[in-house]
Structures are given as structure tokens and as C-alpha cells.
């Protein structure tokens, strides 16, 4: 049973309409889709946002960096916000937040006539979701500052990249993953902000919601694909 501030979702990497569909029709409060390790080019896009459209279900494009670019693009084609991996620094913060608004908080081109305005039939919609994610030891000491900035609305943690930073660091003794993951939650919160992660066990939803992330994905369309696959096979 979801809380009234668990807001559920999955992440999105085979880049199939069908598949983004069906993942909102089935009640998601959100999807990724994911441009940075998933299976289909920035072009697939616009059509997996057609697929959800007139659902609840929220669309979020993880970039693949902090790129104007590719930023604006997404937004203009539809997307509800983004998500850009290995922040680490409130000016990464400020840059991407300029990349995401118009004037006068950000530097983004207007274009009246972009999906996103139905065309030109309807006004630009109300300021896009964005989330931070925080992956690397840096961005955990810099969690607070990040946090601090106006316009980044959830720091998400990417759970694989942070363990692998930890354990591959620079030779100086790491910090505990758990105690990385209370610094986040403790710098968003002290900011009015929110926390987000991925998980691939849906068997820890309830702890990580207890500990204060709001913002939850269980597993990627591939990863369940997969598993389901295995299962048959035995």
C-alpha cells in the first residue's frame, strides 16, 4: 500500500512504446526513461511519451549528462522532467537548473510550437521535475550544497554507481553505503527536498520508504524481462 508520499515508478531501458504503455496503464506514478544506459537512441523518445499520454503516470527522461541540448530537447518533446547522473557540485546543480527553465530562473530556448505545448495549443506546463542523482563520494559530501540549490527538487541516489565509487575510490577509506544514504536523505530534507532511489528488490520497498525516500523505482523493464525469461528456463 503506497503512503500518500511514496510516489512509485520503474525504470524504462528497452525503448519500446508498448512497454511504456503498459507500465502506465498498470498505475505507475512514474517511469524513466533512460537515456544514459538504455537500449534505444534519444530519437525513440517522443513516441514512448505518446504512449503514456493521458495517464497519471509522470515521464521522466534521464539525459545523459548535463547537456543544454539535450535538456531542452527532451522537455520540448514532453517529458514532465529529468534526471541527470554523477552530480557533484551545487554549480553542476545551477547549470543544469538553467539548462531545465526558461527565463528568467534559467538560460532555456522558448519555442511556442513544441509538443510540450500541445503545438502551440496550450501554455508551456508548470516547471519541470529535477532530480539530482548523487553517485559518487563527492556528491555525498556535496549532497547539502546540491540540495541547497533552487530549482533541484530530489536528490536520487544510483545505488550501483555509488557502491562502485566506494569501493574504487582514490585509496582513502571509504564511508559506509548506509551512512552515505542517511547524509543524503539528511541534506534533502533540510532543504525542503526529497529523496529518490532505484531498487531492484521490491522486498525493500517498505525499509527505504521508512527511512525517507519518497521518490522509488523497483527494477527496469529489462532487468524483469530477463528474470522472467530465466524463470521459465529454469
Known amino acids: 500500500m503506497k503512503s500518500s ?3 512509485l515508478g520503474t525504470w524504462l531501458s528497452i525503448g519500446s512504446p508498448v512497454v511504456a504503455e503498459l507500465a502506465a496503464l498498470s ?3 512514474w517511469v524513466l526513461f533512460d537515456l544514459e544506459h538504455g537500449c534505444e ?3 525513440s523518445l517522443p513516441n514512448q511519451l505518446r504512449a503514456i499520454q493521458g495517464t497519471k503516470t509522470k515521464g521522466i527522461v534521464r539525459v545523459a549528462g548535463p547537456f543544454p541540448d539535450q535538456i531542452a530537447r527532451v522537455l520540448d518533446w514532453g517529458a514532465d522532467g529529468i534526471m541527470v547522473p554523477r ?3 551545487a554549480e553542476a546543480a545551477e547549470i543544469i537548473v538553467k539548462a531545465a527553465f526558461h527565463a528568467p530562473r534559467g538560460r532555456r ?3 511556442s510550437t513544441v509538443r510540450a505545448t500541445g503545438y502551440g495549443l496550450q501554455d508551456h506546463p508548470d516547471a519541470p521535475l529535477v532530480m539530482a542523482q548523487i553517485e559518487t563520494r563527492i556528491g555525498v559530501a556535496q549532497s547539502a550544497a546540491i540540495a541547497a540549490v533552487d530549482g533541484i527538487d530530489v536528490l536520487f541516489v544510483g545505488p550501483s554507481d555509488l557502491r ?3 569501493a574504487n575510490g582514490d585509496g582513502k577509506p571509504a564511508p559506509d553505503y548506509d551512512d552515505c544514504l542517511k547524509k543524503i536523505i539528511s541534506s534533502a530534507q533540510s532543504a525542503g527536498k526529497e529523496t529518490g532511489i532505484l531498487l531492484r528488490d521490491p522486498a525493500a520497498l517498505d525499509d527505504h520508504r521508512k527511512k525517507g525516500f519518497t521518490h522509488i523505482a523497483i527494477d527496469s ?3 524483469i524481462l530477463r528474470k522472467a ?3 521459465i528456463l529454469g
Do not use: K, M
Open 164 to 166: 562502485h565509487d566506494l
Open 41 to 43: 537512441a534519444e530519437a
Open 27 to 29: 498505475g505507475f506514478d
Open 229 to 231: 525469461y530465466q524463470t
Open 87 to 89: 552530480v557533484e557540485s
Open 109 to 111: 530556448g522558448f519555442s
Open 221 to 223: 523493464d529489462l532487468a
Open 5 to 7: 508520499s511514496l510516489y
